[in-house]
């Protein structure tokens, strides 16, 4: 077994077959657990498929499920069997606190450029929506208070209380 295969995690490797295929194919959101698994197959990173890879695309990466045992964050359930990487904005449950990317020094260095990527694009389109509503809601009800002390009014509103 080289260095690399008693290095590379099978998470990494997991992540790096469903980042190719988000590069290859960016006018789809996810993909199916298989697809994952069967993009892992022809990049054949270590000259063999892993079995792991197959559970790590079905349980222990996906952010969003029970940590069973992994907490990691790499990959994120759409729907039933779709998935696609995960974005620090997504929901995740709560007992998982794994990491969301590998290591840069983790990973085979022709992929490395997958990382800057990720940080660089498909990342920041996750953020697009994080907290709008909240920003959306900046003045809201200021013809309300129009001309009228807030406190005065929030007075007036409490009069007759019990």
């Given at each position: 077994?080289?260095?690399?295969?008693?290095?590379?995690?099978?998470?990494?490797?997991?992540?790096?077959?469903?980042?190719?295929?988000h590069?290859?194919?960016?006018?789809?959101?996810?993909?199916?657990?298989?697809?994952?698994?069967?993009?892992?197959?022809?990049?054949?990173?270590?000259?063999?498929?892993?079995?792991?890879?197959?559970?790590?695309?079905?349980?222990?990466?996906?952010?969003?499920?029970?940590?069973?045992?992994?907490?990691?964050?790499?990959l994120?359930?759409?729907?039933?069997?779709?998935?696609?990487?995960?974005?620090?904005?997504?929901?995740?449950?709560?007992?998982?606190?794994?990491?969301?990317?590998?290591?840069?020094?983790?990973?085979?260095?022709?992929?490395?450029?997958?990382?800057?990527?990720?940080?660089?694009?498909?990342?920041?389109?996750?953020?697009?929506?994080?907290?709008?509503?909240?920003?959306?809601m900046?003045?809201?009800?200021?013809?309300?208070?129009?001309?009228?002390?807030?406190?005065?009014?929030?007075?007036?509103?409490?009069?007759?209380?019990?």
């Open positions: 077994m080289t260095v690399l295969a008693r290095e590379l995690k099978v998470a990494d490797e997991t992540w790096i077959a469903a980042a190719l295929l590069r290859e194919h960016p006018e789809r959101e996810d993909f199916a657990e298989h697809e994952i698994v069967e993009r892992a197959r022809n990049e054949n990173i270590l000259g063999i498929l892993r079995p792991g890879v197959s559970v790590h695309a079905n349980t222990h990466c996906v952010a969003n499920r029970p940590p069973s045992p992994a907490g990691l964050r790499m994120y359930e759409t729907r039933r069997g779709m998935r696609r990487l995960y974005r620090e904005a997504d929901h995740s449950h709560p007992d998982r606190h794994g990491k969301i990317l590998p290591k840069r020094d983790d990973i085979p260095a022709q992929y490395r450029y997958l990382l800057d990527w990720y940080e660089a694009e498909y990342a920041q389109a996750g953020k697009e929506g994080w907290l709008s509503g909240i920003f959306e900046v003045g809201a009800g200021k013809e309300v208070f129009a001309g009228e002390d807030p406190d005065e009014y929030v007075r007036r509103l409490r009069e007759g209380w019990a």
